[in-house]
């Protein structure tokens, strides 16, 4: 499931874009030079694109809906570290789980 959560991602991604598996289930999609408002426009259609596919299971004999909730984060010119981006990415991740799932939400600048 997660390779093809993977290649759906990517397909929606540019060259440039970086994709990383972070943690268990969670992935990271980092697009360099991109403000905030165009990371989210990205991130809205990744989640529209694998919304709308429901995913092989079982060699392709069955298949399941699929559904992702996105953290954005841009980076600020006052952080140190990646991490805090990351840790701001985090934080609206678990937000737009808490609001329903199914949805991005992008940090607060």
Sequence with gaps: MLRE???????????IDLLARYG??????AV?????EGAEAVAERIRERIEA???PIHRG???VPVTVSIG??????????AGEMLK??????????QEGRNKV???AA
């Design 72 to 81: 954005v984060a841009a980076r600020q010119l006052e952080d140190r570290a």
């Design 88 to 97: 701001r990415a985090d934080l609206a991740l678990y937000r737009a789980k």
């Design 5 to 15: 959560f993977a290649k759906r991602v990517r397909a929606h991604t540019r060259g």
């Design 105 to 107: 939400i992008a940090a």
């Design 32 to 36: 360099p030079d991109t403000a905030l």
């Design 53 to 55: 596919t429901v995913f």
């Design 61 to 63: 004999t069955r298949a």
């Design 24 to 29: 268990g289930e969670e992935i990271v999609v």
